[in-house]
């Protein structure tokens, strides 16, 4: 009934790019913030992005800041992550999440997809 479906991972050099997609069935995506989150082996999951659902304001962690953008189309009921200068340790699977407000903790979340690997390697 509400799902939330993560694409466009793969495997992408250093200093390359890739865009992922979260597509949200069963509601509309635009009366939730919509978070990214990524999870690397041996590591705790961690906020990467997140859009609000109100004023459409948006978060990025120190550690993609200007190398990463998340943006939305309403249309489509889909939140895309942008990701640019990609750097070895951008290597994870990487969540969507959907919850009230666009926050950096994981448990604030109600909804979340399946993920989708990112491995950037030369």
């Known amino acids: 009934q509400l799902q939330l479906v993560e694409s466009g991972g793969g495997l992408v050099q250093p200093g390359g790019s890739l865009r992922l997609s979260c597509a949200a069935s069963?509601?509309?995506?635009?009366?939730?913030?919509i978070g990214w989150f990524r999870q690397a082996p041996g590591k705790e999951r961690v906020g990467v992005s997140c859009?609000?659902?109100?004023?459409?304001?948006?978060y990025y962690a120190d550690s993609v800041k200007a190398r990463f953008t998340i943006s939305r189309d309403n249309a489509k009921n889909t939140v895309y992550l942008q990701m640019n200068s990609l750097k070895p340790e951008d290597t994870a699977v990487y969540y969507c999440?959907?919850?009230?407000?666009?926050?950096?903790?994981?448990?604030?979340?109600?909804?979340w997809g399946q993920g989708t690997q990112v491995t950037v390697s030369s």
């Open positions: 999440a959907a919850g009230r407000l666009c926050t950096t903790t994981a448990g604030e979340y109600d909804y």
């Open positions: 069963g509601f509309t995506s635009d009366y939730y913030a």
């Open positions: 859009i609000s659902s109100s004023d459409g304001s948006t």
